[in-house]
């Protein structure tokens, strides 16, 4: 790793390839977004907050819907394209600021949500702030799309050439190598973190898989806005994706990938 990259804040690099971003990571099933409605009860008169909310990726159903919906996103390029997408609805702003900056601001919110962006804020303060933006009986609810660990024809070269480029990415990783891939809480489990916090009550789960066909050059541009791949050296990252598609391009060009949305939700309960 270079030394620039390393003075790289690795939560803050998705904002360098924010288009990319917008344009090739997936979004949420319908059925997830009926789940968080039905299990919240929470309804179009209260305040929704995406927090670590992107481009806006996990606020579409809800704005479509009829929810008013505020976004906390500390990137600007991540928050430049949020306005935008969502300049046609009057129900969405955004807050360019982190969860800790955003405090105890006086939100009143009946739900905060993460999609694939809970693991980016302070652990140690996470569940607090979050609390402390909810009205009394509001909602957390944390979710992420996670590749399944399937088999490949090219998984064999693609391990080689991981080995030989970037071998520290073969340490518990899914061959695919896809966003979502590492792990994304501190505890043993989800639920577990939220029992820990001793804010919040019982937690809900909800669960639901998906496949996906990616392209050779899909997976490229989906490796484009992984963090870990943006924090290697630039022509390293450039020789390594640049072979990435050449051996997906040689297995036929594309495969298909089972992802499965996991969900956990649970109501404040101080």
């Given at each position: 790793m270079s030394n620039s990259s390393s003075k790289r804040?690795?939560?803050?690099?998705?904002?360098?390839?924010?288009?990319?971003?917008?344009?090739?990571?997936?979004?949420?099933p319908e059925d997830l977004y009926d789940w968080i409605l039905e299990t919240s009860g929470v309804n179009q008169d209260e305040l929704l907050i995406d927090v670590g909310c992107g481009t806006?990726?996990?606020?579409?159903?809800?704005?479509?819907?009829?929810?008013?919906?505020?976004?906390?996103?500390?990137?600007?390029?991540?928050?430049?394209?949020?306005?935008?997408?969502?300049?046609?609805?009057?129900?969405?702003s955004i807050e360019?600021?982190?969860l800790d900056d955003f405090g105890?601001?006086?939100?009143?919110a009946g739900l905060m949500y993460a999609g694939?962006?809970?693991?980016?804020?302070?652990?140690?303060?996470?569940?607090?702030?979050?609390?402390?933006?909810?009205?009394?009986?509001g909602w957390l609810c944390v979710f992420w799309n996670r590749p399944e660990e399937m088999h490949h024809s090219f998984d064999r070269e693609m391990d080689?050439?991981?080995?030989?480029?970037?071998?520290?990415f073969n340490d518990e990783r899914?061959?695919?190598?896809?966003?979502?891939?590492?792990?994304?809480?501190?505890?043993?489990?989800p639920v577990?973190?939220?029992?820990?916090?001793?804010?919040?009550?019982?937690?809900?789960?909800f669960e639901a898989s998906w496949e996906q066909t990616i392209s050779s050059e899909e997976h490229v541009q989906n490796l484009l806005t992984q963090s870990d791949h943006r924090m290697l050296d630039e022509k390293l990252r450039t020789k390594l994706l640049r072979q990435v598609g050449e051996i997906i391009d040689n297995a036929g060009g594309g495969y298909k990938q089972l992802f499965t949305t996991h969900a956990y939700a649970a109501k404040l309960s101080v």
């Open positions: 804040q690795q939560s803050k690099v998705f904002g360098e390839v924010a288009e990319i971003y917008h344009r090739v990571r997936p979004g949420y806006g990726k996990a606020s579409i159903s809800f704005v479509k819907r009829g929810f008013t919906v505020m976004g906390i996103e500390p990137d600007p390029m991540m928050a430049r394209i949020a306005a935008r997408e969502f300049n046609d609805f009057e129900t969405f360019q600021r982190t105890a601001a006086s939100a009143e694939q962006s809970w693991h980016w804020m302070n652990p140690d303060t996470r569940f607090e702030c979050a609390a402390s933006a909810l009205k009394p009986g080689y050439l991981y080995a030989e480029l970037a071998p520290q899914f061959k695919v190598r896809l966003p979502g891939s590492k792990s994304v809480i501190s505890a043993d489990s577990e973190e939220f029992d820990l916090s001793q804010l919040f009550g019982d937690v809900h789960t």
